[in-house]
């Protein structure tokens, strides 16, 4: 069974930084497509950033988060991260990793696409 572990959020005040990981465990098979999710209550989770276990291609849902945020993995750890810089009190959320088993490429953003879904891990930026 997969399981997925988010750390690392916090509180921080507009233009700080945060970086969250996800470990991730039982993992079988050579390739898993992972993904940062966020969520605010109200409205739909929505894809932040993403990578292919043991790829080099990063993804990124738009424009505003690939300038001020980074996605990197350490395959030796099995954990993903999410460097994020320059926040805003926008980027407020409860962050999810997630994570499916993939075979053909990084599967984009879609949360009904993965199988497996950490706990997740609270953001919250104040002005």
């Known amino acids: 069974q997969v399981q997925l572990v988010e750390s690392g959020g916090g509180s921080v005040q507009a233009g700080g930084s945060l970086r969250l990981s996800c470990a991730a465990s039982?993992?079988?098979?050579?390739?898993?497509?992972m993904g940062w999710f966020r969520h605010v209550p109200g409205n739909e989770r929505e894809g932040v950033a993403g990578l292919v276990t043991g790829g080099d291609s990063t993804y990124y849902a738009d424009d505003s988060v690939k300038s001020r945020f980074t996605v990197s993995q350490d395959n030796a750890k099995n954990t993903m991260y999410l460097e994020m810089n320059s926040l805003n009190p926008e980027d407020t959320a409860m962050y999810y990793c997630a994570a499916r088993r993939c075979d053909y490429g990084f599967i984009g953003f879609r949360a009904k696409s993965y199988s497996y879904w950490g706990q997740g891990t609270q953001v919250t930026v104040s002005s």
């Open positions: 039982g993992y079988t098979g050579t390739r898993y497509c």
